[in-house]
């Protein structure tokens, strides 16, 4: 089993830089794909970056391919989210999940959740 911990959010002006960190305990985090999700307000959670157990397995939703970059630490039990280039469209509250294996897209494919930790993009 892995808890996922969110953390790193906060309020930033458009162009600006942020990491988020996602520490998830549990001896096997190295065998978990990790996803970030988004959920902005009044819109359905959605998917933005997933990493596989093999780091170079990675995948980005459209929107924020070539802004955003997710990686993995296994010492640290921890995966990140460096999203450069914010836009007001990006601001949501945001998600880490955990799935065994392989990377996916899709929500239900994810076992363990984070509380989630809020992004906020001012223009």
């Known amino acids: 089993q892995v808890r996922p911990v969110e953390s790193g959010g906060g309020l930033v002006q458009a162009g600006d830089s942020m990491r988020l960190s996602c520490a998830a305990s549990?001896?096997?985090?190295?065998?978990?794909?990790m996803g970030w999700f988004r959920q902005a307000p009044g819109k359905e959670r959605e998917f933005v970056a997933a990493?596989?157990?093999?780091?170079?397995?990675?995948d980005y939703e459209d929107s924020v391919k070539g802004r955003f970059t997710i990686s993995r630490d296994n010492a640290k039990n921890t995966v990140y989210l460096q999203m450069n280039s914010l836009k007001p469209e990006d601001t949501a509250v945001y998600y880490c999940?955990?799935?065994?294996?392989?990377?996916?897209?899709?929500?239900?494919?994810?076992?363990?959740w984070g509380q989630g930790t809020e992004v906020t993009v001012s223009s």
């Open positions: 999940a955990a799935r065994p294996r392989e990377n996916g897209r899709q929500r239900w494919q994810y076992n363990y």
């Open positions: 549990g001896r096997l985090f190295s065998t978990y794909a």
């Open positions: 990493i596989g157990e093999i780091p170079r397995d990675t």
